[in-house]
Nanobody, 127 residues
Framework: QVQLVESGGGLVQAGGSLRLSCAAS????????MGWFRQAPGKEREFVAA????????DYADSVKGRFTISRDNAKSAVYLQMNSLKPEDTAVYFC????????????????????WGQGTQVTVSA
């Protein structure tokens, strides 16, 4: 189990940028892949991005490819999501999550692969 705290959400105009941060504690952070998910009102929580335990591989939902970048700093036990060219449809609560399996060789893109979640941070993109 790892404790996760997101920050960096807020209100931004369409076309703008925002950088989300997730601070981790509670287990060896560097051994686990990390992901970002988001949930809009009335919608299911959906995959946004994931990064491997070494930070060498990343995957993104088609809807954010080319606009979002996930990164991590294992020395700081932190993961980030740089969001550029934001669109109103990006509006959601964004959650960071830790993979339940250490050293996973395939990036996890489904909710059930993650066992630790942050409280979420609101991102609102105005038209």
């Amino acid at each position: 189990q790892v404790q996760l705290v997101e920050s960096g959400g807020g209100l931004v105009q369409a076309g703008g940028s925002l950088r989300l941060s997730c601070a981790a504690s509670g287990r060896t952070f560097s051994r686990y892949g990390m992901g970002w998910f988001r949930q809009a009102p009335g919608k299911e929580r959906e995959f946004v991005a994931a990064i491997s335990w070494r930070g060498l591989t990343a995957d993104y939902a088609d809807s954010v490819k080319g606009r979002f970048t996930i990164s991590r700093d294992n020395a700081k036990s932190a993961v980030y999501l740089q969001m550029n060219s934001l669109k109103p449809e990006d509006t959601a609560v964004y959650f960071c999550a830790a993979d339940q399996v250490a050293f996973r060789d395939v990036l996890a893109t489904t909710r059930d692969a993650y066992d630790s979640w942050g409280q979420g941070t609101q991102v609102t993109v105005s038209a």
